[in-house]
């Protein structure tokens, strides 16, 4: 039994388990995947959001180049024009204006004097791979191209074409690029932020920030760079405020977790109630054929007996008077043996069913419990057992189906009989509470654990791990009529035993106030 208990163990692993421990890994390594998947839908979401601030500055500057390209081709005085428009434009300090030859033709700057000459910005453009030429092909396809230059006082010289009379010609400003962010870009930037981002600028290799869309809250790390616009050497940033993209990764895999978590949890009780299940069911098998094979044990006993001496009887054999009426004896004794074990079968498959009838009547517990002990006398004395009843001064009245509970009774002290090794004493007691009568049956035998005391009232459970217990005989049926019974009487029966120094089963009937006719 425990070998194919072991098998079915292994089945249900295999079957269940297994296939659902395969699913929970493959799922764990999903989870890695899907994050990644998140954290990447995240990553585009940023990089769109950082890609349209670098549209935007592009579109500021094309904005100044068209405002100068229309009031200058509406105007003749190209020198004032200029100023005037220089003016407006933040963080832009001077504006050239040359051909693709390198001809002057307008220039302002806000400062009385400046470090930057034409010839400069030619050499300059000579060592980059800015050329002229193609931001006029560009321009003349439709697209102005803006490029910048790095210059020595860390500011930046903006390039780009605008359209003049006709012609092609190249604007170049002069502008600081941290101010251009802090004041021509930053209203864009807080508006982009709104409550959900951090928007930041840097500058240089080692990051130094220049710009943050909070003033007050500066985040400590930024996870999302990109190089800004054509300002080279600048960087924008941008990180969620409430959390982190890994923590809104992480939150959704959690989700995914617990949810396949539970799955597992409710799949392993489902596995274990089965299996439990099962094995209720396979060890309740086991022991109805154990009980088929007692029973036919019990009564192949006495009857072989029974044929014996009745062949014996046959033969003449037994040739005194004496031992023709001790052959007589024995047979008698064995058939009633016989009949009690037939009865006692009988008795449970009518209980089982239900078709049991109890006729009840008023019953003296006092006068039950005498009958029964003295219709086990001969037995207790031929096997040397002291017994005592202590009964009740008054009489102990209960309304009861006498016969039935004689048959309860009968178990225990057969009971008690059975289970007792070297120390054979047996004590019935009758009494009565306030509500309530009882019967105690006490023995000074081998006693049942704790653990067992929990079965035995189950039908065909017998006790197996000790020598006497095994060695007795009986079915397992024994107690568990003994509690039909009493239930039937709306009683009770308790139990107290300790291995190795007895046990006492106790019965509880109510007690009847009014007579029953
Ligand atoms: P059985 O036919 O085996 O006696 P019962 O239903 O009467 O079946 O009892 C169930 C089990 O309880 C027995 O197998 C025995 O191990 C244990 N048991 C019952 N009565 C006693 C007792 N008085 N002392 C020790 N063990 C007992």
Known sequence: MEASLRKLYLLILAIIILPSLIFVVYELGTIRESEKIIEDIYTNQLDAVLYSINQYAEDVVSGWANRISNEQNTNDELQETLSSILVEMPSVSLIYQFDSLFNQISFSSLKDSTN????????????????????????????????????????????FVSSFRGNQIINALNIDSKEFINTVLDPKLQEIAGERFFITAYFGAEGQMIYSSDKQHIPESVTHKKTFWVLDDYYLGIEM???????????????????IGVVELVLLLGVWIIFRNVKKQMELAQMKSDFVSNVSHEIRTPLALISMY????????????????????????????LTSI?????????????KRKFSFQNTNLNELAENVVASFKVNLENQKFQWNIEQANDPVEIVADKEAITDAVVNLVDNAIKYSAEKKKINIKVGMGEDKAFIEISDSGIGISKSEQKHIFDKFY????????????GSGVGLSIVKQIVEAHEGSISIKSKPGVGTSFRLEFPLIKKQIP
């Open 310 to 337: 009745i062949e014996s009887l046959e033969r003449g054999m037994a040739k005194t008077p004496e031992k023709i009426n001790e052959y007589y004896g024995i047979i008698m004794q064995e058939t009633q043996r």
């Open 116 to 159: 930057i000459h034409l010839q400069q910005i030619e050499l300059m453009l000579g060592a980059t791979e800015i050329s002229i030429g193609r931001l006029i092909t560009y321009f003349k396809n439709g697209y102005r191209k803006i490029e910048a230059l790095d210059l020595d006082d860390g500011s930046q010289l903006l390039l």
């Open 342 to 354: 037939v009865n006692k079968i009988l008795n449970f498959s009518q209980l089982e069913s239900g």
């Open 462 to 473: 017998r006790v197996t791990d000790r020598n006497l217990a095994h060695k007795a005989k």
């Open 241 to 259: 405020r409430d959390k982190t993209i890994s923590d809104l990764a992480w939150e959704r895999s959690k989700k995914d977790l617990m949810i």
